[in-house]
């Protein structure tokens, strides 16, 4: 029942978007070519899944965001940890990594299909610098902002920097982490969108893209309808393993039991 209960203000919300958006194209409204109706979406919706058309492009667009998510994830965090425990490293690396996240990453897109070509693996690679430098930034201030006393007391006890940094130091950077986790799927989804955008045979942006030339507005709502899909299971998912992963702060945040 709180299940329900907590699922009721959103699907009103989704009725009232709905009305609204019926509403803005009934007879007086809107023509269809600029907006189409909730039922012309549906039905090209329904035609997409039904006849097999959709699946090729979400598999493809599914795959390029989670490979390129996982690799940047990885590098953010690995490389996160190192400019976090080495000064060297930072000086040596830091202005670099900074210097390629402030270049424009629809700059770089061509470039990137030169390299790696149109297929699969060039999607994957603007994914990974796409959400890198999010989860990089999270890394190296949630471990460096780990409580400098129980630091001191472990070292007190002559723990070894390992365990300082595997019971203090990522426990303290675990939050910080998880919120580079979560804003990183979202922005996984838009590189592989802007680069089936701007080179690609498959994908759901170059569903998008193709509709947009054939005028079909249908198909174009139903893509952005997909990919908002996608985007919201992935940050349920995120959000899921943060409760999992975090789950002191669950127990700070629930309500003190009342006294009888």
């Given at each position: 029942?709180?299940?329900?209960?907590?699922?009721?203000?959103?699907l009103?919300?989704?009725g009232?978007?709905?009305g609204?958006?019926?509403?803005?194209?009934?007879?007086?409204g809107?023509?269809?070519?600029?907006l189409?109706?909730?039922?012309?979406v549906?039905?090209?919706l329904?035609?997409?899944?039904?006849d097999?058309?959709?699946w090729p492009?979400?598999?493809?667009t599914l795959t390029?965001?989670?490979?390129?998510?996982?690799?940047g994830?990885?590098?953010?965090?690995?490389?996160?940890?190192?400019?976090a425990?080495?000064?060297?490293?930072?000086?040596?690396?830091y202005?670099?990594?900074?210097?390629?996240?402030?270049a424009?990453?629809?700059?770089?897109?061509?470039?990137i299909?030169?390299?790696?070509g149109?297929?699969l693996a060039?999607?994957v690679?603007l994914?990974?610098?796409?959400?890198?430098?999010?989860?990089?930034?999270?890394?190296?201030?949630?471990?460096?902002?780990?409580d400098?006393?129980?630091?001191?007391?472990?070292?007190?006890?002559?723990?070894?920097p390992?365990?300082?940094?595997?019971?203090?130091?990522l426990?303290?950077?675990a939050?910080a982490?998880?919120?580079?986790?979560?804003?990183?799927?979202?922005?996984?989804?838009i590189?592989?969108?802007?680069?089936?955008?701007?080179?690609?045979?498959?994908?759901?942006?170059?569903?998008?893209?193709s509709?947009t030339?054939?005028?079909?507005?249908?198909?174009?709502?139903?893509?952005?309808?997909?990919?908002?899909?996608?985007?919201m299971?992935?940050?349920?998912?995120?959000?899921a393993l943060?409760?999992?992963?975090?789950?002191?702060?669950a127990?700070?945040?629930?309500?003190?039991?009342s006294?009888?």
């Amino acid at each position: 029942m709180r299940r329900l209960w907590n699922l009721l203000p959103p699907l009103v919300t989704l009725g009232l978007i709905l009305g609204a958006w019926h509403l803005a194209t009934g007879p007086t409204g809107l023509p269809s070519y600029l907006l189409p109706g909730p039922a012309q979406v549906g039905r090209a919706l329904w035609g997409g899944f039904a006849d097999g058309s959709f699946w090729p492009h979400i598999g493809f667009t599914l795959t390029s965001t989670l490979v390129g998510y996982a690799i940047g994830s990885v590098g953010a965090v690995l490389t996160g940890i190192c400019v976090a425990e080495s000064r060297l490293f930072e000086r040596f690396v830091y202005p670099y990594i900074v210097a390629i996240q402030a270049a424009p990453k629809v700059a770089l897109a061509p470039l990137i299909l030169v390299w790696f070509g149109f297929g699969l693996a060039s999607k994957v690679v603007l994914v990974a610098l796409i959400c890198f430098f999010p989860l990089l930034v999270n890394t190296i201030i949630g471990i460096r902002a780990a409580d400098r006393e129980l630091i001191e007391m472990a070292r007190s006890f002559s723990r070894s920097p390992v365990f300082i940094f595997l019971h203090v130091k990522l426990p303290a950077a675990a939050p910080a982490i998880l919120g580079g986790l979560q804003i990183g799927i979202v922005l996984a989804l838009i590189g592989a969108v802007v680069g089936e955008f701007v080179a690609s045979d498959r994908g759901v942006g170059y569903l998008i893209g193709s509709a947009t030339v054939n005028m079909n507005v249908s198909v174009m709502f139903a893509g952005v309808i997909i990919l908002s899909v996608i985007g919201m299971a992935g940050s349920s998912i995120v959000q899921a393993l943060q409760r999992r992963i975090i789950f002191w702060q669950a127990d700070r945040s629930a309500p003190p039991p009342s006294e009888t």
